[in-house]
């Protein structure tokens, strides 16, 4: 491929990518991994370290973390998906999420998102998502997105890296491509204003402020 467009590597492979020095890459938009209850749950924010503490098992009813008396039902999404491999990088921090029973697992994230509105007619799942589909008020509608250690996932706070779960996303090509190159042009462009409001369309978070 002349050009690629893809989500930050796991480190070791980001390091070895950097140490050929043969790439030129740069993060073009930032998504994010965001907690959603229904939105009768009365909680409208958790810690970090009530999130891991949840989905190991430590954590159990809402009461817990000043909600009602009531089971947390915390859904996870399938082994392999995006979604999945993003909360057990970003958010367990090298612990062991428990295996949840199947029923309190979704093989897609629309089919998620139904689980943690529809639930038992009750408010108590607890189900993440990535940033661009909680924004969506088609996908969010029913739903309330948590704040984590007292900060909303605003676009502002993602792009300040003041929200605790951030997935940047990359644009790469090869450093021999001549200046004068459509993959260089493109690599150029994707990083400018041009690409940066479609980042903003297609709903991540640009790395420069054009969203108005």
Do not use: C, H
């Not at 590597?9 to 050929?20: Q, T």
Request: charged share 20%; hydrophobic share 40%; no cysteine.
């Amino acid at each position: 491929a002349d050009l690629g467009l893809a989500a930050e590597p796991a480190p070791g492979v980001l390091a070895e990518l950097e140490g050929e020095g043969r790439w030129l890459l740069a993060p073009f938009a930032t998504d994010a991994l965001v907690f959603v209850v229904n939105r009768d749950n009365p909680v409208d924010g958790l810690t970090a370290d009530q999130v891991r503490r949840i989905y190991t098992g430590e954590i159990t009813n809402w009461s817990q973390v000043g909600g009602e008396d009531l089971d947390i039902v915390p859904f996870q999404r399938n082994k392999g998906a995006g979604s999945q491999n993003m909360f057990e990088k970003l958010v367990m921090d090298g612990r062991t999420p428990m295996d949840p029973p199947s029923t309190w697992t979704a093989d897609s994230m629309s089919g998620l998102l139904d689980a943690v509105r529809e639930y038992d007619n009750s408010a108590a799942a607890l189900g993440y998502t990535v940033y661009y589909y909680a924004n969506d008020m088609e996908m969010a509608k029913g739903l309330k997105v948590l704040a984590v250690d007292g900060v909303s996932p605003s676009a502002e706070a993602i792009r300040a890296g003041e929200y605790p779960f951030l997935n940047p996303y990359f644009v790469a090509i090869a450093k021999a491509a001549p200046a004068d190159s459509p993959t260089r042009v493109l690599y150029d462009w994707v990083l400018g204003p041009g690409g940066q409001r479609l980042a903003a369309i297609e709903g991540y978070v640009p790395v420069t402020d054009v969203e108005g």
